[in-house]
T-cell receptor, first 110, second 111 residues
Framework: DGGITQSPKYLFRKEGQNVTLSCEQN?????MYWYRQDPGQGLRLIYY???????QKGDIAEGYSVSREKKESFPLTVTSAQKNPTAFYLC?????????FGAGTRLSVL | ELKVEQNPLFLSMQEGKNYTIYCNYS?????LYWYRQDPGKSLESLFV?????AVKQEGRLMASLDTKARLSTLHITAAVHDLSATYFC???????????FGAGTQVVVTP
């Protein structure tokens, strides 16, 4: 059963804490992406990776970090430097023309 | 700066009537995508438009692309309640998958 798995579904962050969002895909896709969605808005690109061990900043990378050590995995860390992290985070992967999205992680600040 | 503008941002539809959502973009691109998002859910791919004049249809939805006008339209025929969702267009800005999304059009279909 192929797809993109994001976990956890809900996440709460305390002040000054780093948190990591998981994204795993078994679609054998080379490219992976992280987006942030705020209420009533479109998706904004945080980071993307076209191949293992390589990634680039998107439009709003400040306060976030990623790694791409395996083709299947592209975790996103929301660092304490991100002062407004409350949002819906979506991971996607692609091969060819279409991006396929995971179910998302909703991050809130305690 | 690349801009992808959708309008309207909110659309209240009556069942049985026809409506159109517009997606304008400011860069040269011949790759445009339409997605659907239900509340609190992920994005579902609807259409992939890869050339000028491309037209795709699925059920009551039809999408088209005019790359010269930098315009895509999503036409809804005889709206039904199940089409209530937010619809996003996205432009592939570098031809390999770096998308720029519009703000989305929230559609509510009422009897």
């Amino acid at each position: 059963d192929g797809g993109i798995t994001q976990s956890p579904k809900y996440l709460f962050r305390k002040e000054g804490q780093n948190v990591t969002l998981s994204c795993e895909q078994n679609l054998n896709h080379d490219a992976m992406y992280w987006y942030r969605q705020d209420p009533g808005q479109g998706l904004r690109l945080i980071y993307y990776s076209q191949i293992v061990n390589d990634f680039q900043k998107g439009d709003i990378a400040e306060g976030y970090s990623v790694s791409r050590e395996k083709k299947e995995s592209f975790p996103l860390t929301v660092t304490s430097a991100q002062k407004n992290p409350t949002a819906f985070y979506l991971c996607a992967s692609s091969i060819g023309d279409i991006q396929y999205f995971g179910a998302g992680t909703r991050l809130s600040v305690l | 700066e690349l801009k992808v503008e959708q309008n309207p941002l909110f659309l209240s539809m009556q069942e049985g009537k026809n409506y159109t959502i517009y997606c304008n973009y400011s860069t040269t691109s011949d790759r445009l995508y339409w997605y659907r998002q239900d509340p609190g859910k992920s994005l579902e791919s609807l259409f992939v438009l890869l050339s000028n004049g491309a037209v795709k249809q699925e059920g009551r939805l039809m999408a088209s692309l005019d790359t010269k006008a930098r315009l895509s339209t999503l036409h809804i025929t005889a709206a039904v309640h199940d089409l209530s969702a937010t619809y996003f267009c996205a432009v592939d800005v570098q031809d390999w998958g770096k998308f720029q999304f519009g703000a989305g059009t929230q559609v509510v279909v009422t009897p």
